[in-house]
């Protein structure tokens, strides 16, 4: 037959358990993950801390101006670009393809 209520004396005993339970060392898998989220978190923290404040703004002979997100957003994803400003063109590589966008 069922018992609707435990008694006193168990509630204790589920209590203990508990806190002994708690107070076990963590499996090492457990810790690895937690060390892992934690890095994560203070690698986050610090690219944040380490952002540069300033704005970077590219001027043109011809009187134009532009920053380097407007210049990625016009080459689109890739490797790396570089900026000629005489000749009014941002040169792009992207893996074995290269190629050109007029800035102005």
């Given amino acids: 037959m069922p018992r609707a209520k435990k008694t006193v004396e168990e509630v204790k005993v589920a209590e203990e358990n508990a806190e002994v ?3 076990k060392p963590r499996t090492r898998a457990r810790k690895v ?3 892992v989220k934690e890095a994560a978190k203070l690698e986050k923290k ?3 801390a380490a952002a540069p404040k300033g704005e970077v703004i ?10 380097p997100a ?3 957003a016009k ?6 670009v570089y900026v000629r400003v005489d000749l009014n063109k941002a040169f792009w590589v992207k ?7 007029d800035l102005w």
Avoid: F
Avoid at 75 to 80: L, R
């Fill in 33 to 35: 993950v937690e060390e």
């Fill in 58 to 67: 590219i001027q043109s002979s011809m009187g134009g101006e532009i920053t």
């Fill in 21 to 23: 339970a708690a107070k």
């Fill in 95 to 101: 893996g074995e393809e290269t190629g050109s966008v």
């Fill in 46 to 48: 610090t690219k944040k």
């Fill in 70 to 72: 407007d210049v990625l």
């Fill in 75 to 80: 080459v689109g994803p890739v490797d790396k």
